[in-house]
């Protein structure tokens, strides 16, 4: 079973930059598909980005343009590359994966995520 831990939240300005980082213990990501899901207080979590195992990805309508995920193998590490960071970002932002095999496109549904992370904070001050 895989455990993901994420890292580099934090606080920044409107229109600041952050970097995420999603690191799997107990195993590769290389048979996952990975998602990142965000949750603010009072709201459902929502998909933010989804990155395939077979390579392809997918960003909410809302990140599109500002946000960037990707993996290195190497470092066998998932980042989520956040730019122009808004308020309405803030959020306790988690990664997320799946066995490859059990999704044909990288999805935005948390549902069909198995192993979750237990999160990192953003706040974006305006």
């Known amino acids: 079973q895989v455990q993901l831990v994420e890292s580099g939240g934090g606080s920044v300005q409107a229109g600041g930059s952050l970097r995420l980082s999603c690191a799997p213990s107990g195993d590769t990501f290389i048979t996952y598909s990975m998602g990142w899901f965000r949750q603010a207080p009072g709201m459902e979590r929502e998909g933010v980005a989804a990155l395939h195992g077979y390579g392809t990805i997918n960003y909410a309508d809302s990140v599109k343009g500002r946000f960037t995920t990707s993996k290195d193998y190497a470092k066998n590490t998932l980042y989520l590359q956040m730019n122009s960071l808004k308020p309405e970002d803030a959020a306790m932002y988690y990664c997320?994966?799946?066995?490859?095999?059990?999704?044909?496109?990288?999805?935005?549904?948390?549902?069909?995520?198995?192993?979750w992370g237990q999160g990192t904070q953003v706040t974006v001050a305006s």
């Open positions: 997320a994966a799946v066995p490859q095999y059990l999704l044909v496109r990288p999805s935005l549904l948390e549902t069909e995520y198995k192993y």
